[in-house]
């Protein structure tokens, strides 16, 4: 009942953009603080970037700093992620996380991502 849903992925050029979303349903979505990992075959997942319940904090990996924003619309339970100058290196699947004060953990099933020319 609990579903996290990625969309906007797909293939995009070096140095292109896209932007992706994450819906979320079936809990208190302003509650939980929002977050968005990815993950390339043999590779363990890694955070990209966080944001709090109010969107009034956010934090980046330094690998995607200063190219990639978080912000999330808590009327429309969805979280974002603007990709810009994108590298091959971002190419991954990209999910989101839903995390709570009490650690309840949700995950989306992923969006893949992949930049190549």
């Known amino acids: 009942q609990v579903h996290l849903v990625e969309s906007g992925g797909g293939l995009v050029q070096p140095g292109g953009s896209l932007r992706l979303s994450c819906v979320a349903s079936?809990?208190?979505?302003?509650?939980?603080?929002m977050s968005w990992y990815r993950q390339t075959p043999g590779k363990e997942r890694e955070l990209v970037a966080g944001i709090s319940t109010t969107g009034s904090t956010t934090h980046y990996a330094d690998s995607v700093k200063g190219r990639f924003t978080i912000s999330r619309s808590n009327a429309e339970f969805t979280v974002f992620l603007q990709m810009n100058s994108l590298k091959a290196e971002d190419t991954a699947m990209y999910y989101c996380?839903?995390?709570?004060?009490?650690?309840?953990?949700?995950w989306g099933r992923g969006t893949q991502v992949t930049v190549s020319s």
């Open positions: 079936g809990f208190p979505f302003s509650y939980y603080s």
């Open positions: 996380r839903a995390d709570s004060e009490d650690t309840y953990t949700y």
